[in-house]
T-cell receptor, first 113, second 108 residues
Framework: DAMVIQNPRYQVTQFGKPVTLSCSQTLNHNVMYWYQQKSSQAPKLLFHYYDKDFNNEADTPDNFQSRRPNTSFCFLDIRSPGLGDAAMYLC????????????FGPGTRLLVL | DAKTTQPNSMESNEEEPVHLPCNHS???????IHWYRQLPSQGPEYVIH???SNVNNRMASLAIAEDRKSSTLILHRATLRDAAVYYC?????????FGSGTKLNVKP
């Protein structure tokens, strides 16, 4: 089945130690998104790629970076994780030629020690 | 950016209809109204979307006010599997802005 895959499902890192979360998709969608979701809150859009064009939200901290080496993969890099970055990170995709429905992965839960 | 307002929580009995409201008074003419739901420990999943007219699909119905400043998601017969957080979202130009969501509890 076509899907959005996120690895790992759980990630533990240390304060200040860089961490990378990965997302892959088999839907061949040209738009990929990264969201941050803290406990009991709604997902918050960090940035998205439209093909290779990177679009950053104005309030996304510089500590968060992203890479999209090809259509299928997208990475979220947190350069120096702080305790406040502990959250669920959700990847999603959508297609410009479709109805813009977003397909979400299961998320990666990040714990910062 | 346009925002949505939803009640924090609602409760329903199993097998009864549920009407989940959403206010979006600052909606612009090009904003689509999307609804997603999120079960515990899962990513959000698509439920339904519309622009101006009411919409139906196998999961739910979406009723959009004539002035588009509010909408209602209708689950015709709630089941225990429908217990989730329901988000009303305005979509525009590749961006989804999630509202705070309504937590739906379904009682057997």
């Amino acid at each position: 089945d076509a899907m959005v895959i996120q690895n790992p499902r759980y990630q533990v890192t240390q304060f200040g130690k860089p961490v990378t979360l990965s997302c892959s998709q088999t839907l061949n969608h040209n738009v990929m998104y990264w969201y941050q979701q803290k406990s009991s809150q709604a997902p918050k859009l960090l940035f998205h790629y439209y093909d290779k064009d990177f679009n950053n939200e104005a309030d996304t901290p510089d500590n968060f970076q992203s890479r999209r080496p090809n259509t299928s993969f997208c990475f979220l890099d947190i350069r120096s994780p702080g305790l406040g970055d502990a959250a669920m990170y959700l990847c999603a995709t959508s297609s410009r030629t479709g109805d813009w429905t977003q397909y979400f992965g299961p998320g990666t839960r990040l714990l910062v020690l | 950016d346009a925002k949505t307002t939803q009640p924090n929580s609602m409760e329903s009995n199993e097998e009864e209809p549920v009407h989940l409201p959403c206010n979006h008074s600052t909606i612009s003419g090009t904003d689509y109204i999307h609804w997603y739901r999120q079960l515990p420990s899962q990513g959000p999943e698509y439920v339904i979307h519309g622009l101006t007219s009411n919409v139906n699909n196998r999961m739910a119905s979406l009723a959009i006010a004539e002035d588009r400043k509010s909408s209602t998601l209708i689950l015709h017969r709630a089941t225990l599997r429908d217990a989730a957080v329901y988000y009303c979202i305005l979509y525009n130009f590749n961006k989804f802005y999630f509202g705070s969501g309504t937590k739906l509890n379904v009682k057997p």
